[in-house]
């Protein structure tokens, strides 16, 4: 009896996948030249060795943005996407769509509420800043930070 063709949903699998292997990050880098002293960098990104990076070029054709790079840190490839549009009308829509199932839909959902205050250019004032950094400090609480929250907090003061 022949094998039973289903055609799989792609869309799906990239959900799926990223539950498993994705991040939604939000990072801060000192800027002297900002009106708040920082930059505010969402970024959403997967990783895997590159014997099995087809996944990952696969994503970057489906969402039609971002791109892939070498991460020296863990040897493996991972597609990245940085752009604000691109992370808003693109990589947020599917995720809405599409739902992660772990509990990594909660950094989603902060990871959403920080790019659209970013919309609306709330990371470019103060009081802005400090609700972006409550959402991003709720995040990827095993990550690694250059900057605690304290330590922001005290220099937008």
């Not at 997967?46 to 994503?59: C, G, K, P, T």
């Not at 808003?88 to 509420?113: A, C, G, Q, T, V």
Request: charged fraction near 30%; proline fraction near 3%.
């Amino acid at each position: 009896m022949p094998a039973l063709k289903k055609k799989r949903n792609i869309h799906e699998y990239i959900s799926g996948y990223v539950d498993g292997e994705g991040c939604f990050s939000i990072s801060f880098s000192k800027r002297d030249k900002f009106l708040v002293g920082w930059e505010t960098k969402p970024s959403f990104s997967v990783s895997q060795n590159e014997d099995r990076a087809q996944i990952l070029f696969l994503m970057q054709k489906v969402f039609k943005c971002g791109f892939i790079r070498r991460d020296y840190s863990d040897k493996t490839l991972k597609y990245e996407v940085r752009s604000l549009n691109d992370l808003i009308y693109k990589i947020i829509p599917h995720f809405e769509k599409f739902p992660l199932l772990s509990d990594k839909r909660n950094d989603f959902k902060n990871f959403k509420s920080v790019c659209l205050s970013m919309e609306r250019n709330l990371h470019t004032e103060k009081n802005g800043l400090q609700k972006i950094l409550n959402y991003a400090f709720k995040m990827n609480s095993s990550g690694k930070r250059k900057y605690t929250k304290a330590e922001m907090q005290k220099a937008l003061r």
